[in-house]
């Protein structure tokens, strides 16, 4: 018996482009070793329409790679597998709308001639690619985790919305669209809360109704917060790059003051957090913010108690001791400093 008489899938989509790389990557693997059985099942005991799975089974390594299509069109793909052997795989006249690919774990090397690329594809990047490609090849390497999330989205979903990316991915998608030439290339940086998403999409079962809507969700997401960073990636400078990311991080380091303003990190353990020098964190974040770090978990404090006194009825003690002052006296005195008013205005004025 062949080695691909071993290779089964489940509810293919046979116009998908990545699940026809996942049955090429399949058949690759399969004729690396005679001896080798490769596997490819549903979750589910009933197949579902546009979902494929393929699992590696020892020998040749193991984990898996997956991809499931949404009707919106939007096809998710992820995978979490290690191989124990070396895999270089070639593919021909590669086309895709546009891609995203996040890689979590793990490195390869990829080789794209008509686009002069010959680069490592490192964890902790991600990679867009749009329009038609001659060849790609990669080259894994055994022994090393491999885990990703990609996003590959259908012409009518890039059609829908191409007016509105961000500059520098609208052109390059102009010029794949008119096809003028394939692009494929890093598009930024992968910020904390981009990496908690995609590992939790890595993580979510699709066994149901439920997990599946839910693993959608997280998708979009994710694609929101892609796009909407599209302005640190392409055809960007050294300096703008560099102003583009030092945004991105201060994005992160705000979005967690916002979530634990009442024990917020150290500026140290903040900085630790988003991946950047205390020193430029302070600095950049008087530039974007407008005021330092201390200062603005005092406005988070000062509005929190605001809402508590004029909306939900708190008494000025309360209200203390809920934004994390054990002292009446110096909550009243920072709420003045801040408001220009005693805290007490507020809950009279709420009264009325």
């Known amino acids: 018996m062949s080695a691909l008489s071993d290779i089964k899938t489940s509810s293919l989509q046979n116009d998908s482009v990545v699940v026809r790389r996942l049955q090429q990557f399949g058949d690759q693997l399969s004729r690396a070793s005679a001896e080798t059985t490769l596997e490819a099942t549903s979750l589910a005991d009933h197949p579902r329409n546009g979902h494929t799975r393929l699992c590696l089974n020892p020998p040749l390594g193991e984990g898996y790679l997956e991809s499931m299509r949404l009707p919106s069109g939007l096809v998710i793909s992820r995978k979490d597998c290690a191989l124990s052997r070396p895999m270089t795989s070639r593919y021909q006249q590669v086309s895709r709308t546009l891609g995203f690919s996040l890689i979590l774990d793990g490195a390869f090397d990829v080789r794209i001639p008509q686009l002069s690329v010959c680069d490592r594809v490192q964890s902790g990047s991600v990679w867009v690619s749009s329009g038609r490609l001659a060849s790609v ?10 885990t990703g999330i990609g996003l590959d989205l259908s012409p009518q979903m890039v059609e829908a919305w191409q007016d509105e ?3 520098p991915l609208r052109r390059a998608l ?5 096809d003028r030439g394939g692009i ?6 992968m910020t904390p809360t981009i990496q908690r998403l ?6 979510c079962p699709t066994t ?10 997280m998708a979009l997401s994710l694609l929101a917060s892609l796009l909407s960073m599209g302005d640190g990636g392409l055809n960007l400078s050294v300096t703008e790059r560099r102003q583009a990311r030092q945004k991105r991080l201060i994005s992160e380091a705000l979005d967690i003051l916002h979530a634990e303003w009442r024990r ?3 500026i140290a353990q903040l900085a630790a957090r988003v991946g950047m020098n205390e020193c430029y964190l302070k600095v950049g974040f008087k530039d974007v913010v ?3 770090i201390g200062q603005y978990v005092r406005g988070l404090r000062m509005e929190q108690a605001r809402q508590l006194l004029a909306k939900q009825g708190y008494t000025v003690q309360q209200a203390a001791l809920e934004v994390g002052f054990s002292n009446p006296s110096h909550f009243s005195a920072a709420f003045r400093s801040y408001f220009g008013h005693r805290p007490s205005e507020a809950a009279i004025t709420a009264g009325h």
């Open 137 to 146: 090849t990669t080259r894994h390497v055994p022994g090393k985790r491999m």
């Open 165 to 167: 990316a961000p500059e």
């Open 174 to 178: 102009r010029d794949a669209l008119a």
């Open 184 to 189: 494929c290339a890093p598009y930024t940086p």
């Open 198 to 203: 995609a590992l939790k999409m890595l993580r």
């Open 208 to 217: 149901s109704l439920c997990m599946r809507l839910e693993y959608e969700s």
């Open 264 to 266: 917020p990190p150290t």
């Open 290 to 292: 407008g005021s330092t």
